[in-house]
């Protein structure tokens, strides 16, 4: 190893220096440099650097000796906390290995300059250790609050004046003759699967802001994604520091557009000015927001092939013509396709979050009606809309879903139209499986080969008996209301009603009278779907009138649902766990409408034809908690690569209203039994 005297260093300490040779800056490739940031290259991978609000800035004592860079100078700096009295290349070297294995974001080329702070107070820093860093590349150590002890030479400080501790890992520095100001630095990730709108990232202006990335990959077609360093997060206490977050294009975040999936809209909205409290949350406990994604035009459940204003997102399972479902489609597809996204939240109203889940492979849930707010989302059905999260590991579900969800954001009873929600976090599990016969067996006959031992091996670990029961008959003859024996029928009519003037009152009218003011009377572009719904609106049909009544026939069939099939029991939060499939029953669905019309495929949205309900109304209706969770996967052979590729299969698992974090204790139960795994990214879940 070179010797410590030896190396071409400037070591910048309090109280001493050592200079050696001059050293010129590791050298960035393709830099772009803005007052707002600065991106370059190191080897193959992008960054990104926030050059307009510096994370923090470090102060040069000594102005008069050479600071050793010009003004100007761009350079790559990694922070190291060294909170150790001696500090020993041992302990650096275990350290910057932990960096490596751990991020994604970090890589030697940040060992152009290291600056070591410590906490421990007298701490000194051995010869090795800087001869470990100069050998590692560092051309710059700066010291702050450390006692080097460097016999007797003179001496630059580095002063770090905030009050805050400067969190560890890579950061982009720009030089000048007495500061180092230190800037974020974000890793650019090209969405090659189309799911995202936007990357974006903190302004770090103090106002709680986002600002919108305004580059792609030219060569792959593809937004770019800014992902922060994960080591930044090491040390902080929330229960959410640093996950990697993508939020559903129909909240607001503050600083960012909300398109809802149409151009139209984004003509006549302002950027938001606020960001959702649901979401604001999620940062509050530690998430990195780093984009808005896709999802179908307001929320719609449009197929792939309807999609006018945007391409549809691509889903990486099978032959990658697989369908990503209805309107959260960007953030499952994204969930199944990238290892540097931690977690997507979404919006489920009639199956948008579930359905998508079902089709990538991944776990996602609607929760019970009223569970968080959605103040600054944009409304499909103010009674029935809910937000979720989708994500790959069923523990780290589990634990993100609890933080999120607190009971100062519930929905109160005058948006819901339902009893206040209690929440019980408990392992007192429903004590039997609801096995709906009219939705069984699943169409795909080795789909229903992985479910039957799925569900015995769940029995047994959790000690429930499986009671076979004809949900739709129960349904159908249930006595909810006394001048009308239709009742489906009429918890249907109250569910359209209650959709339609919704979206007429947030999305349609305001549209469409804005767009005929500003474009002669002209009716806006919309998909299909909307075009059709919102030109034959009857307004003597559908009214605040009818939405109040159809809110009162809601809460009926809720209050009876949770008396007759889902009751709560003084064992149990909720008595029964219902299983559905809210998939496509283990066949595949594809993006293009012809591959869907063969024999061993199927459209989205198909029920058996005995069955008086689809799956994926049954908690919109009666507002409980359902959860998809994937098993496993099938073959099919794929008319697109003419080959046998791999199809993951799901269930849905359905618990009364009020019962998520129960259901939640369960799935990280049967996680840590081995019996629910991790999905991995990519063509195949398992």
Known sequence: MVSWKQTFIKVLVLGSAFEGGSASPLSLSNILQTSEAVSYQLGDTTYLANAKEPRDTLTIINPKVDNHYA????????????????????????????????????????????????????????????????????????????????????????????????????????????????????????DMYRDFVTGMYPSNDGSGSFVPLQSMSSRLWAPLVPVPSRIHSWGDPRPLAGKRVAVKDIFDIKGVQTSAGSQAWVQITPVANRTAPAIQRLVDLGAILVGKQKLAQFASGANAWDWTDGQAPFNPRGDGYLTCAASSSGGACSIAAYDWLDAAIGSDTGVSIRRPAAVTGTFGNRPSQGMITLQGMLAQNWAEDTAGVLCRNPAEWARFAKAWYTPELHQPASITGLSPLSVPDTMAFPTQILYPEEQFPLVNPAAQKILEPFLSTIAKELNMSIKYTNLSATLIEAPIFSDNNNTMDRLLTATAALTYWSSHVAVADPLMTEWARRYEGRFPPVDPLWRKEWSQFNASVINQAAYDQALQDKRKGVDWFERNVLPETPQSCSESLLICDIGTGGLPSFREKALNEGPNATFLGRMPDWAAIPCSMICPIFGCADFTIPLGQVPYHSPVTNVTEQFPVSINMIVRRGCDFVLFNMVEKLARAGIIQAVKTGKQAF
């Open 71 to 190: 003004t100007g100078t761009i350079i790559t700096l990694t922070v190291i906390p060294a909170n150790e009295t001696i500090v020993t290349a041992h302990h650096l070297n275990a350290t910057i290995s932990s960096y490596l294995a751990n991020d994604d974001v970090f890589s030697t080329e940040f060992l152009g300059a290291v600056y070591l702070t410590s906490s421990a107070g007298n701490t000194s820093v051995t010869a090795d250790a800087l001869e470990y860093l100069s050998s590692a590349g560092a051309e710059t150590i700066y010291l702050d609050s450390i006692v080097f002890k460097s016999q007797g030479r003179r001496a630059i400080s580095i002063h770090h004046k905030s009050a805050k501790t400067l969190a560890p890992g890579p950061y982009t520095a720009v030089m000048s003759k007495d500061k180092v100001s230190l800037l974020d630095t974000y890793r650019l990730y090209p």
